[in-house]
Structures are given as C-alpha cells and as structure tokens.
C-alpha cells in the first residue's frame, strides 16, 4: 500500500472529525469578521453622533469677569457683540466660517391652527455648514442676501416642521414667531446628533 493510499483510507476514517475541524475554523473566522464590522460600524456610528453638532468647531460665550477694572467688581457679565465674531475672524488665523448665534426660548411659533413654543437662534449663513445643518430637497438654508436685505425668513428643524405641518409641504408657507410673519425657506434633513449645548438642532428654528 502506497503512503497516498493510506492517507485517503485514514483521511476517510477521520471525516467527521476533520468536517468539524474545519466548521470550528470557519465559524471562529466568521466571528471575527461579524464582530471587527460591528465594531467598525459602531465607531462610525459615533463618530457621525458626534459631528452631528459640527466637526472641528469651538464656541465662544461672554461668561464673566474675573478681575475688577476702573472701580468696577469682578462677576460682570461679559455681553458678546456681533462686531467682534467679525473681529475675531479678521483677526485670527486659522478662522474659515464664523457665526454669532443669539438664542431665544419659549417662542411662540404658529401656522393656521397649530401652534407650539421652540427655541429660535439668530445666525449668519455659514452656521449650517459649521453645524451640519442641511436642508431637505426643495429647501435651502439661510443665503447671504437674505442677511443683507433683512428678509424675515425662517428654517426648520425636522421635528419642528413635522410638529406644525405633519405630511403637508412647509417650506414657501408663513409661520408666525411671536406674531411676527416669517417665511419657511427650507427644513432641515434629519441627522444624527449626540452632542448639544441648547438643544438639538431638529427642535429649533
């Protein structure tokens, strides 16, 4: 009997085993792969969390006093103009888009019979791209004539919009903030934020 033989009469006596051997290898490899993809797919996930509120961004509040001046104590409330974000990025290098953003809560925001309180940021243009706040097809955000003309224009969060419009169309319809006639140019699409400082973005206009 040749060695070849004898390895094909022992190979056929040991199948079973052999069979499981090599199940055992695949599953264990198979693991390996499912899990390393999960994992990756969570890390994603998180990372997209975490830029859902903007990717390499800084926010800057007045705060307070630290040190008396000219007579005056320390604690003062330090009042953050809209002149000095423009400062700031004329004078600082490294700035690409800058905005101020003045928050009010508890806005009285209504369309026909609907109505509901909300928090409304004044911004410039360059907030949605600093915020990841995009608009969904057949709106747009906030544009650098709307700005200079003094438009009353407003822009949705997701939630918002479905709140007061449900499935019908927003955006060209007039809302009213505190009475005030505003315009719906665009409503957000819907996105994955974990981090906040006044709340997400889906609930506020």
């Known amino acids: 009997m040749t060695s070849i033989q004898q390895f094909f009469r022992e190979l056929k006596k040991e199948r079973t085993r052999i069979l499981l051997t090599i199940l055992a290898i695949v599953w264990g490899t198979a693991s390996i792969v499912i899990m390393l993809a999960i994992g990756d797919g969570v890390t994603r996930g998180m990372e997209r969390g975490m830029h859902g509120m903007g990717k390499g961004i800084v926010v800057v509040w007045g705060g307070e006093t630290s040190k008396p001046f000219e007579g005056l104590g320390i604690g003062r409330k330090i009042r953050l103009r809209e002149?000095?974000?423009?400062?700031?990025?004329?004078?600082?290098?490294?700035?690409e888009l800058i905005s101020p953003e003045y928050i009010r809560w508890g806005v009285y925001l209504a369309w026909g019979d609907?109505?509901?309180?909300?928090r409304t940021d004044g911004v410039y243009p360059a907030y949605g791209q600093l915020r990841n706040v995009y608009p969904q097809k057949g709106g747009r955000f906030l544009n650098e004539l709307d700005l200079e003309s003094r438009r009353r224009v407003i822009f949705l969060?997701?939630?918002?919009?479905?709140?007061?419009?449900?499935?019908?169309?927003?955006?060209?319809?007039?809302?009213?903030?505190?009475?005030?006639?505003?315009?719906?140019?665009?409503?957000?699409?819907?996105?994955?934020?974990?981090?906040?400082?006044?709340?997400?973005?889906?609930?506020?206009?």
């Open 83 to 95: 002149e000095d974000a423009r400062m700031l990025q004329e004078q600082v290098p490294g700035i």
């Open 157 to 205: 969060g997701n939630r918002v919009k479905e709140r007061l419009f449900g499935k019908k169309e927003a955006v060209g319809q007039t809302v009213y903030l505190n009475r005030v006639p505003f315009t719906v140019i665009g409503v957000m699409k819907k996105k994955i934020q974990m981090g906040c400082y006044q709340g997400n973005d889906e609930n506020g206009t």
């Open 114 to 118: 609907h109505s509901m309180t909300t």
